[in-house]
């Protein structure tokens, strides 16, 4: 009788693991299928929103994205000194979050084809019973510039405690190998 319950508790433990493993995070992507996204040679990374805790966060992200994307050697990813002085210049009050007529008026100015916004909605480490890991989850989406129209959005999740940190502890991977694993996702997803 033990032995049953025994063997459906370690069944639904091996289940559940299972699934699990299977998890996928971020599976939400938006391509809009008129835009030719091969014409686009220059990109603005905007300063990114941040709902985390960690004040420096969108900061350090947008650092990221900015060197990630220039490795790609698929665009020509604007100076961050250079995009600031247009965003003050044009008066934007929420550079996170432009209007489209916004985005038409940078583009010209900094003569990109598209611009890139985001949040950063978490940023550090989170716990779990004694277990601690970082997380990162990240949403960016770029808007053309003729028009200011979104036309790829995408969002990221890494990091975390895993089934295997919660058994057997562990801190998790450092916060710069999992914000360059989303950033490198969603680099992934813009190029699919």
Known sequence: MQEGRL??????GC???VLAGCATT????????DMDFGSIQTVAVMPLANLSRDVQAA???RDVLTTQLLATGAFYVLPPGEVAGVVTKAGIGNPAAPSADQIVALCSALKAD???TGVVREYGDVRSGSA???VISLGLQMS???TGKVVWSASSTQGGIGWGDRLFGGGGEALNVVTEK??????KKLFE
């Open 182 to 187: 989303a950033v490198n996702e969603l680099i």
């Open 132 to 134: 601690t890991a970082n």
């Open 15 to 17: 289940a559940a693991l």
């Open 144 to 146: 053309e510039g003729q």
């Open 114 to 116: 598209a611009v890139l």
């Open 59 to 61: 900061e350090r992200v």
């Open 7 to 12: 063997l459906r508790k370690l069944a639904v």
């Open 26 to 33: 971020g599976a939400g992507v938006y391509h809009n299928q």
